[in-house]
């Protein structure tokens, strides 16, 4: 197996990376190294983001550079400000135990002022997003007369995002460049036409579709309704406590608009996209690294190449159209040899998509079943009682207080304190998924019963209703129904005034001042709803919603049963 030794590279940055962890080169670093560091030789590397293609070009170029020469020798292009940063890291960590290199990242939306200072301190290398890097060229800030190597990484992104001319500019203006190093996960014929007339006889080299191929991410996906990828959402962040993910969606609407709703129901969340200023993006991306924010939502162009070590899991909110981004958008996780979880919501008319992807891909999907409100329930309530067991109590001043504590809970039992602990910590949960219904989309014949009417509710859903009939003997469930315990009201609100059951049900009681006890079934649709509710406390439902207004709309309820409208 090569070695990074083996590679010829400066013994200083062998410490460097060892220091890393790197223990091999991966297979684009053992492909470019060699090439590039005869620093005379044009290179296309077709690879993507988690190939290590970072230390591929960052390495050479740090061994190449003449430290003794303190003026721009290296410029690295990139498409985005946290890419542009992301290099700069890697590179600083790279040339840990060298001297007299320095190397400085300018990009848009961040002091000009400042990176034309540090760019006055006699930089070797320049790592830019082209924007900023021409609006500095302009102001004659920078000078390129004197580079010899050009990066240009992701470069399929940087066209995508329509900086052709700016490439092109910058490959003109670089006279004394010796050699031109292109990075690309595809090959379009844009950058076909960029490398013809720019590059000499590039050495071109395609890693296997390392991403692709990643074994170590299982590719899961659950079956819903569009009108229920919110509340799937919901479902697969709560079913698993300890995620650290990435949410994807297909537009900055999406993104905020998610990212909005999810905070407001206490999740911890931040939205990036190009929307929000550079410094609200620095501080997300910046909490969201030292995880002191637990989920990102993010779009495809805003998380480009962005490298954050240990995410668990990748949420495609949508699948995207293209393969290759949901090639990227996987490759997220299952880094540096750690399993990864890659989730797509997918509903019906999307299924298609899958069989494309696994096809191109390598790989197959595994699909899951949307877990059921219960088995969110049980999920949380265990790794509770794993935090509650490896909580650290070996610090602190414990014993002083046990005494105190002994005293105070003296009558009460170990299992009631337990139930107590869990009742504090469970309320939420419990409560909102109480009436949690089944979000999978299940076959035809199985989904759409509803007029059927009442045998379905004694099968697959309301575990309320079958949880009062345990509790209350007789009292109600479907069997007294029929004998006139409950009405059946309309009301036309449904799903698309942005309403979910566990919502609505929510809304209904806050306006209404009923307890949930008093409510059976709730069928929802896109205009209308259904609700069961005890006869004795139908009119008071009515009175309170009946000629309202909720977002401007006059709420209609009356008797489903005497001339309302089904
Ligand atoms: P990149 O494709 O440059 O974004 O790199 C993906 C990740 O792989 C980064 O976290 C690197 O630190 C890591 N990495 C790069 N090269 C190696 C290597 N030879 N061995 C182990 N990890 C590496």
Redesign the pocket.
Known sequence: MTTFEGLGIDERLIRATTE???????AI?EQAIPVLLSGTTDFIGLAQ???????AFGLPLLHIIDAAAKYPQALVVCPTRELCMQIVK?VELFKKYMTGISVVAVYGGASIGLQIRDLKRGVQIIVATPGRLIDLIERKAINLEQIKYVVLDEADEMLNMGFQDDIEFILKNTPQRDSTWLFSATMPPEIRKVSKRYMKDPKEVTVGKVNMANKSIDHQYYLTTAQHRYETLKRIIDFNPGIYGIIFTRTKIDAQEISERLTREGYDIDALHGDLTQGQRDKVMGQFRDKSLQLLIATDVAARGI?V?GITHVINYELPDDVEIYTHRSGRTG??GLQGICISIVHAKESYKLKQIERINNSQFHKLDIPSGKDVCRKQFFAFMEKLLSADISHGDYETYVPMLAEKFADVSKEDVLKRVAAMEFDRFLKYYENAEDLNLRDKGRREPSERGRDRDRGDRNDRGRSREQSSGSRDGRSERSSGGYSRLFVNLGTKDGFYKASFLQYILDMSDLKKESLGRIDMKDMNSWIEIDKSAAQQMVRALDGKNYKGRRIRMNDADSGGKR
């Open positions: 890393l962890g790197y223990v091999n080169p991966t670093q983001t988690g190939t290590g293609k970072t230390a890697e490298d070590q880094r540096a």
